[in-house]
T-cell receptor, first 114, second 111 residues
């Protein structure tokens, strides 16, 4: 059974600081997704990482994937308050291609304080 | 309408009621999904439909009955639910492996 683990689950940090969220998964996968969820809202897609060594950046967020280590990281640079949200990583439940349900981590609740 | 829409946005029902949740995607995607998000558990996949055919039922109790009449519409029929079924029900769609786009969700309370 696929397990997806995120850490930390809760993170409070100051504006301007850097930090990294980690996502480990238990079975082979060549795809990994990162989502953001604001309180009371739905999930917003941030990144899809499709191969070993993939790196994607958008603004102050950068995501990377190491399929051999079964590890993805979401790095936050010079955090600003607007990035406060819950961040989820997710991996396809089955290793085949095409449409597939996702197994999600528990999420990292990020609070950025002025 | 754009993206993925869900109705109703909020629903309160008794344990003996029957209700349905509706999802519509305006993205031309071929796959649709139901997920459950509750306070006590991570996001849980419930059902997957690919080209209208159910390809996954993640051991969901029979009191939840999905229906996918075409690639744009997905329903979740509810009957004799339990209080522990109270949660946010999220619909999503995708084109193959592309990121799943989520609707706003239906917040369900079972009394």
């Amino acid at each position: 059974e696929l397990k997806v683990e995120q850490n930390p689950l809760f993170l409070s940090m100051q504006e301007g600081k850097n930090y990294t969220i980690y996502c480990n998964y238990s079975t082979t996968s060549d795809r990994l997704y990162w989502y953001r969820q604001d309180p009371g809202k739905s999930l917003e897609s941030l990144f899809v990482l499709l191969s070993n060594g993939a790196v994607k950046q958008e603004g102050r967020l950068m995501a990377s994937l190491d399929t051999k280590a079964r590890l993805s990281t979401l790095h936050i640079t010079a955090a600003v308050h607007d990035l406060s949200a819950t961040y989820f990583c997710a991996v396809p439940t089955h290793s085949g291609g095409g449409a597939d349900g996702l197994t999600f981590g528990k999420g990292t609740h990020l609070i950025i304080q002025p | 309408e754009t993206g993925v829409t869900q109705t109703p946005r909020h629903l309160v029902m008794g344990m003996t009621n029957k209700k349905s949740l509706k999802c519509e995607q305006h993205l031309g995607h071929n796959a649709m999904y139901w997920y459950k998000q509750s306070a006590k558990k991570p996001l849980e996949l419930m059902f997957v439909y690919n080209f209208k055919e159910q390809t996954e039922n993640n051991s969901v109790p029979s009191r939840f009955s999905p229906e996918c009449p075409n690639s744009s519409h997905l329903f979740l029929h509810l009957h004799t639910l339990q209080p522990e079924d109270s949660a946010l029900y999220l619909c999503a769609s995708s084109q193959d492996w592309t990121p799943q786009y989520f609707g706003p969700g239906t917040r369900l309370l079972v009394l």
